[in-house]
């Protein structure tokens, strides 16, 4: 059974603090993605990683895909109460399998 | 604008009642699917729509079930609603499935459902 174990499971930090939340797995990813859900609502599409190594930027996130495909992060670079929300990571193994989520609330 | 419309946002429900929770969808993808997310947990795969085909998760219980009359709109129908099923449902849609590099998971805003 492939399992994501993403950590910390909740933060809660000042606004303008950075944190880096983690995606870990045994298993090999094809390709992982990060969503981000807010309360009462569905979960929305951050990012698309590929290639082992690979790091992308949104804004004030940075996504790392680790270099044997098992393991993600993501840093968030002076947090904003906007940035509060559910964060989850998702791996792909011919369907999606979801990380229980890192609950990030971000106080002014 | 809405692309995965749930309805409704919060739903209560009598132990043992059967009940449907409605989705549908603007994209004119192929697939959809069914998840339940309980509080403070992975969302969960149920099912899923490729078009007409239906796929059923192992471990998904006789209890549920899934209506896709057409493109467009999808049910999924508890039939005898325990405790346990209180959750969030989540309606998910993707372009093509199999989950290719890129291809996104579009949800909707999920059903609350609460058993009493």
């Known amino acids: 059974t492939q399992l994501l174990e993403q950590s910390p499971q909740f933060l809660s930090i000042q606004e303008g603090e950075n944190l880096t939340v983690y995606c870990n797995s045994s298993?090999?990813?094809?390709?992982l993605q990060w969503y981000r859900q807010e309360p009462g609502e569905g979960p929305v599409l951050l990012v698309t990683?590929?290639?082992?190594?690979e790091v992308k930027k949104l804004k004030r996130l940075t996504f790392q895909f680790g270099d044997a495909r098992k393991d993600s992060s993501l840093h968030i670079t002076a947090a904003q109460p906007g940035d509060t929300g559910l964060y989850l990571c998702?791996?792909?193994?011919?369907?999606?399998?979801f990380g229980q989520g890192t609950e990030l609330s971000v106080k002014p | 604008d809405a692309m995965v419309i749930q309805n409704p946002r919060y739903q209560v429900t009598q132990f043992g009642k059967p009940v449907t929770l409605s989705c549908s969808q603007t994209?004119?993808?192929?697939?959809m699917y069914w998840y339940q997310q309980k509080s403070s947990q992975a969302p969960k795969l149920l099912f899923h729509?490729?078009?007409?085909?239906?796929?059923n998760e192992a471990d998904t219980p006789d209890n549920f079930q899934s209506r896709r009359p057409n493109t467009s709109f999808c049910f999924l129908d508890i039939r005898s609603p325990g405790l346990g099923d209180a959750a969030m449902y989540l309606c998910?849609?993707?372009?093509?499935?199999?989950?290719?590099?890129?291809?996104?998971?579009?949800f909707g805003s999920g059903t609350q459902l609460s058993v009493l």
């Open positions: 990683v590929v290639t082992g190594g």
């Open positions: 298993s090999v990813f094809s390709s």
């Open positions: 729509y490729y078009d007409k085909d239906f796929n």
């Open positions: 998910a849609t993707s372009r093509v499935g199999g989950f290719a590099p890129n291809e996104k998971l579009f």
């Open positions: 994209l004119n993808h192929n697939v």
């Open positions: 998702a791996g792909e193994w011919g369907k999606l399998i």
